[in-house]
């Protein structure tokens, strides 16, 4: 039996969302969450049977045609035509562990009732999550400002037996889906369809899956430093706490500590023929990923507030006995947040590639690209291109989608956030940061090779010693994208306190 998460009113902490997904949690609708989704839909019904007044969505059309009223009788079918017009999504799929996000987070929105849909409707989404069955969804159609229509339509079809799904590692269509299973694709109602579109729960999705990846990287980040800070020998004295606690931002104090955490029972400051100075990419390990560390709190905090908010409209407030037409969709916030999240991590990857410029360079008593008989053997010289041209790549995708804006559904919807593209972007950019970083691992530990009279601590001893299991020296020439894969591969499952990594 799988360990149950019970939706309510309970704020989900990014840490939570990582153990619910990591753990295989199955979600249920909790008592005061059933009973507040019931009671915002009995009072939007009964609003709309005793008041033709217009309501945004629910009896007229949408964007530019907020004005065009739509016949009571018509209603239902405003919601179906209102998902299939708008599953408009192109591009590269969504992947599934993202989409199983998506649904979460949906969930958990809806579950607050202002939505004003059917429980059964929300069931229907736990049912989802909890069978495992990920609509296709893809990575292009969403201007971050009304909605992720284009993504959660892609979702929503799904609920009505339209679209495709992955069932059981298979792409079938969401009616063999329904058939096989023996359910009966959702009708929708008043109201659902545009509850299901509009809300943000695709740029959120990919910004906690971000901010907890970027945090892990970030982990890897200083580990893979104090190895590199090893190989190089380098000064132990720009990572003295005296020099942090003038200068203190936290994640700058933060890192200093972790490192002299890895090096502890380390002779490194005991080793002769120090230079006076190290290049800045080993003396400013505390300022640059310190500051990647304070960005990472402000995006988890952003992330952490808008999946524990309603992002759909029109709002509906039962007690209040009102229904408020406003803009809780639009995804500044988020945009401005997964911009900042792929610079900071750009960042990791960028100082990172100078360490491993520095390591193969033949200083300090290493040989040249750290193999034997340079010249007959190339070493590592080529893996170097390979972090740089990853680092340009990072740069040019980490200018700000935020600052960009179109109009969209004739004036409209005059301004955007264009968070989607952020959030796709910074998606590439954290993968792009892991295999940087596992090329620095890999040219690291290689370079250790030369440094056999070197006691390091117990912990980085560890690493070198697992990673070894992966990863023998490098005597002569071989095929290099093994190793930098296998090194990737290590980062992913190598196991670490989750503790230490502070999600």
């Not at 939505?115 to 609509?135: E, K, W």
């Not at 400051?269 to 500051?291: E, L």
């Not at 990791?348 to 008593?365: C, D, K, M, N």
């Not at 005059?414 to 952020?422: E, L, P, R, Y």
Request: hydrophobic share 40%; proline share 4%.
């Amino acid at each position: 039996m799988n360990p149950v998460h019970y939706i309510s009113s309970e704020p989900l902490s990014l840490s939570r969302v990582d153990t619910l997904l990591s753990q295989g949690f199955t979600l249920e609708i909790s008592d005061d969450a059933a009973k507040r989704i019931d009671d915002n839909y009995v009072y939007l019904h009964q609003k709309i049977d005793q008041n033709n007044a217009p309501i945004y969505g629910i009896n007229t059309g949408f964007g530019s045609l907020c004005d065009t009223a739509v016949d009571p009788e018509h209603l239902a079918q405003l919601q179906t035509n209102l998902v299939r017009s708008h599953a408009c999504g192109m591009g590269e799929e969504v992947p599934c562990e993202l989409v199983q996000l998506m649904l979460l987070l949906k969930i958990q929105s809806l579950s607050y009732g202002y939505s004003a849909v059917a429980l059964s409707t929300v069931q229907r989404l736990v049912d989802f999550y909890n069978h495992g069955i990920y609509p296709v969804v893809y990575q292009q159609g969403s201007l971050g400002a009304s909605g992720d229509l284009a993504p959660l339509a892609h979702i929503a079809l799904a609920l009505i037996g339209e679209g495709q799904v992955y069932y059981q590692e298979q792409k079938i269509s969401a009616q063999e889906l329904h058939q096989k299973l023996g359910w009966t694709p959702i009708a929708l109602q008043a109201k659902e369809g545009l509850a299901l579109l509009n809300g943000t729960q695709f740029m959120s999705a990919y910004g906690v899956y971000g901010v907890i990846n970027a945090k892990r990287l970030s982990y890897w980040a200083d580990l893979i430093a104090a190895l590199s800070l090893e190989a190089f020998n380098c000064n132990e004295q720009p990572f003295n706490p005296l020099v942090h606690y003038i200068r203190p931002h936290q994640g700058q104090i933060q890192t200093a500590e972790r490192i002299r955490t890895f090096l502890e029972g380390s002779d490194l400051g005991a080793q002769p023929d120090k230079k006076v100075q190290d290049p800045y990419s080993f003396r400013c390990i505390p300022q640059v990923h310190g500051a990647t560390k304070d960005t990472l709190k402000f995006v988890a905090q952003t992330m952490t507030t808008e999946i524990n908010s309603v992002t759909d409209n029109p709002n509906v407030f039962a007690h209040e006995d009102v229904v408020i037409s406003a803009g809780n969709f639009h995804g500044q916030p988020l945009a401005l947040a997964l911009d900042y999240l792929g610079i900071a991590c750009a960042e990791l990857a960028s100082i990172s590639e100078r360490r491993t410029y520095q390591l193969i360079s033949g200083q300090r008593g290493l040989p040249v690209f750290l193999v034997a008989h340079p010249g007959l053997n190339s070493g590592l010289m080529i893996a170097q291109y390979t972090a740089a041209s990853i680092v340009s790549q990072n740069k040019q995708m980490a200018s700000p989608a935020s600052v960009d804006s179109i109009v969209s559904s004739n004036g409209q919807e005059d301004h955007v956030s264009m968070g989607a593209n952020a959030a796709t972007k910074s998606f590439k950019i954290l993968d792009n940061v892991s295999s940087v970083l596992a090329i620095e691992l890999m040219t690291a530990v290689q370079a250790l090779e030369f440094r056999k009279d070197r006691r390091m601590s117990e912990f980085l001893t560890q690493v070198v010693g697992a990673l070894r299991k992966e990863i023998p020296p490098l005597v002569e020439d071989r095929i290099l994208h093994n190793d930098m894969m296998a090194a990737k591969r290590f980062m992913k499952t190598f196991s670490m306190d989750s503790e230490l990594i502070d999600l």
